[in-house]
């Protein structure tokens, strides 16, 4: 059974009260990002139909959004997911070479997982760094300046946290 | 040393508090606007000539003038954080080391627009930047600056922080409501306008973080005295967020009057091509606008300098001009190739099309596949001028600016490097070894004849 905690659900309860009455919608967006988070990382179905539920709309408004938005996992992702920008300014700094690094050194390719469910390289369009090139996300953080030291240093903390 | 006014106290330690950002003169701007009228306000900001800093350069009274007040009905601020033009990062430095910045912004702001609830829409990658806008926004409502009457002013005002999920297209403002709105973000036909009915069909102002905070210093120094700083009609300050192969990448604040080589070789700006390399190319105001060789970015065509504002950044149009744009400023070197920079944008602008209208939705895929051809030795002579062909008819054929921005830089690299293209085309094995180089875009421009 998909159920959010009492503390996630009273937050819930704090985003709706953000927007006028009846306007609960709005809440959509903000309650994926919490149902990704405290569900595995993803989002599955029965995921999607427990926030529309929730916010009293139908699944399929759920489903729109959930399927527009790039940051919405629709498929089980790793524990890590390596989110390397390849758009122009990180490209001329080399993040075509960070990205081969990786799969290099963990043997996945762009979209893929490895074997043990710990890292997804996902490339990742223009993320709003690019004096800091190149780049990645991992989870709530952006990793700037990278080189093939640092993404070893990223890799190696990553498994010490598991 | 320029004029600065949003950054003048950006190296302080503890800015982002709000104790230190008090003590140096913060919210003063707030004291100031509450103890006019509204309309006052905004007319402060009409004097300053303010024009939108994400990217369309609208001046930013002339947009509130146009907020419909019907009588019962809510009106809302909606601040636009959406950040994702590629190349632009200047609002997440504000937002990130200056926050209390845009949050006294948005307090003069709404009360200037009569706006009781704000939302920030931020875009969803920011995502430790939330936890700062809310703190500061705790400080302030703890403060007195948020809330119910704020200041025995007998206004109101809660400011909201609300992420979004990654999608460039929710920078474009109709599509930012409909995202804020829980939707999928499809951008609105034009008319209605958002001043009119735009979230939950409330008349809407949707504004870029740094022209929200450029409401503060217009307010501290007044309208007429903002408007002195700059020239023409680029008044005030703009931040410039530069990026590519240059010495010192970052976010600098200018008064529009310095020229584009000073920005770019000054040790207080840019510092130089990195390794002593030289220029070949620049987009100076984003990826959306078009890409000028050093020849054309440095001089424009008359032979005149070029100075970073908005007049002459545009100067000779698309045909020999760019745009100020975001200010997001992408230096490239002598080894950088244009055909694949120009193949990463046309990616990004086909990953992020809506798909709402066909132009967009099609021909940036095809022209992604086309450049993808001829950056990889499979390009045919006949690409270019289909490449060419393709990006006219997504121009001015979409429901949002969109469109336009995935076909600008196709056009403008075509229009200023086809002999690199038919390089790569003429020399497939060459072009996937090496670039092409330099070759003549940093040469002096000849001097158009006098017609």
């Given at each position: 059974m998909v159920k959010f905690s009492d503390d996630k659900l009273a937050k819930v309860q704090e985003i709706i009260r953000r927007y006028p009455e009846g306007k609960q919608k709005s809440a959509l967006i903000p309650v994926l990002h919490l149902a990704q988070e405290s569900f595995g990382g993803w989002l599955d179905v029965p995921?999607?139909?427990?926030?529309?539920?929730?916010?009293?709309?139908?699944?399929?408004?759920v489903y729109e959004v959930a399927t527009f938005y790039t940051m919405f996992n629709l498929r089980p992702v790793g524990k890590h997911v390596l989110e390397v920008c390849v758009t122009g300014p990180c490209m001329i700094n080399g993040s075509d070479d960070i990205i081969a690094y990786i799969r290099e050194k963990l043997g996945i390719g762009p979209g893929e997982t490895?074997?043990?469910?710990?890292?997804?390289?996902?490339?990742?369009?223009?993320?709003?760094?690019?004096?800091?090139?190149?780049m990645m996300q991992l989870g709530k953080h952006y990793r700037e300046h990278l080189t093939r030291e640092k993404v070893d240093q990223i890799i190696e903390e990553c498994r010490k946290q598991a | 040393m320029g004029v600065k006014l949003l950054l003048e106290n950006a190296h302080i330690e503890g800015i982002r508090y709000y104790e230190?950002?008090?003590?140096?003169?913060?919210?003063?701007?707030?004291?100031?606007?509450?103890?006019?009228?509204?309309?006052?306000?905004?007319?402060?900001?009409?004097?300053?000539?303010?024009?939108?800093?994400?990217?369309?350069?609208?001046?930013?009274?002339m947009k509130w003038s146009f907020l419909a007040k019907p009588e019962g009905v809510p009106r809302y601020l909606v601040c636009n954080a959406d950040e994702s033009e590629p190349g632009t990062f200047k609002d997440r430095y504000l937002m990130e080391f200056l926050p209390h910045l845009l949050i006294e912004g948005l307090i003069v702001s709404s009360y200037a627009l009569g706006s009781n609830s704000t939302y920030i829409y931020i875009r969803g990658e920011y995502a430790w930047i939330p936890d700062i806008l809310e703190q500061a926004i705790a400080e302030a409502k703890q403060n007195g600056w948020l809330g119910k009457n704020i200041q025995g002013s007998g206004f109101d005002l809660e400011i909201y922080v609300q992420r979004g999920a990654g999608a460039y297209i929710?920078?474009?403002?109709?599509?930012?409501?409909?995202?804020?709105?829980?939707?999928?973000?499809?951008?609105?036909?034009?008319?209605?306008?958002?001043?009119?009915?735009?979230?939950?069909?409330?008349?809407?102002?949707?504004?870029?973080?740094?022209?929200?905070?450029?409401?503060?210093?217009?307010?501290?120094?007044?309208?007429?005295?903002?408007?002195?700083?700059?020239?023409?009609?680029?008044?005030?300050?703009?931040?410039?967020?530069?990026?590519?192969?240059?010495?010192?990448?970052?976010?600098?604040?200018?008064?529009?009057?310095?020229?584009?080589?000073?920005?770019?070789?000054s040790d207080e700006y840019c510092g130089g091509i990195k390794g002593g390399k030289r220029l070949k190319a620049c987009i100076p105001g984003g990826s959306s606008v078009p890409i000028l060789p050093a020849n054309l970015l440095l001089k424009t065509a008359k032979g005149e300098t070029r100075y970073m504002n908005y007049e002459s950044l545009s100067d000779g149009g698309f045909a020999t001009g760019s745009m100020m744009g975001s200010g997001g400023f992408i230096v490239l070197d002598e080894d950088q190739c244009v055909v694949k920079h120009t193949m990463t944008?046309?990616?990004?602008?086909?990953?992020?099309?809506?798909?709402?209208?066909?132009?967009?939705?099609?021909?940036?895929?095809?022209?992604?596949?086309?450049?993808?051809?001829?950056?990889?030795?499979?390009?045919?002579m006949s690409d270019i001028d289909l490449l060419w062909d393709i990006q006219r008819k997504i121009e001015g054929n979409t429901i949002c600016p969109l469109g336009d921005a995935a076909a600008w830089p196709v056009a403008a690299a075509i229009r200023h490097f086809r002999d690199e293209f038919e390089w790569h085309i003429t020399h497939p094995e060459e072009a996937v070894k090496r670039n092409f180089g330099l070759a003549h875009y940093a040469d002096p421009l000849k001097v158009p004849e006098a017609v």
């Open positions: 995921v999607m139909d427990y926030v529309a539920e929730l916010l009293n709309i139908t699944p399929i408004e490895t074997a043990d469910g710990m890292f997804t390289l996902k490339p990742a369009e223009c993320l709003g760094a690019c004096g800091y090139a190149p | 230190t950002y008090r003590k140096h003169g913060g919210y003063r701007a707030v004291e100031k606007a509450l103890k006019m009228a509204p309309n006052d306000v905004v007319e402060e900001v009409k004097k300053s000539g303010l024009r939108g800093r994400g990217g369309a350069g609208f001046p930013t009274g929710c920078g474009e403002e109709t599509a930012l409501i409909e995202s804020l709105e829980g939707k999928r973000g499809n951008p609105r036909i034009k008319p209605p306008f958002p001043a009119i009915k735009g979230l939950w069909d409330c008349p809407t102002v949707v504004n870029n973080v740094e022209t929200l905070s450029a409401v503060v210093p217009i307010m501290n120094i007044g309208g007429e005295e903002y408007a002195k700083i700059g020239v023409g009609r680029s008044t005030g300050t703009k931040l410039i967020s530069a990026c590519g192969n240059i010495n010192k990448p970052g976010v600098y604040e200018i008064d529009m009057t310095i020229s584009v080589e000073e920005f770019i070789y944008l046309a990616h990004f602008y086909n990953h992020e099309s809506c798909g709402q209208c066909s132009p967009c939705r099609e021909g940036t895929g095809w022209m992604y596949k086309i450049l993808k051809n001829i950056e990889y030795g499979k390009g045919k």
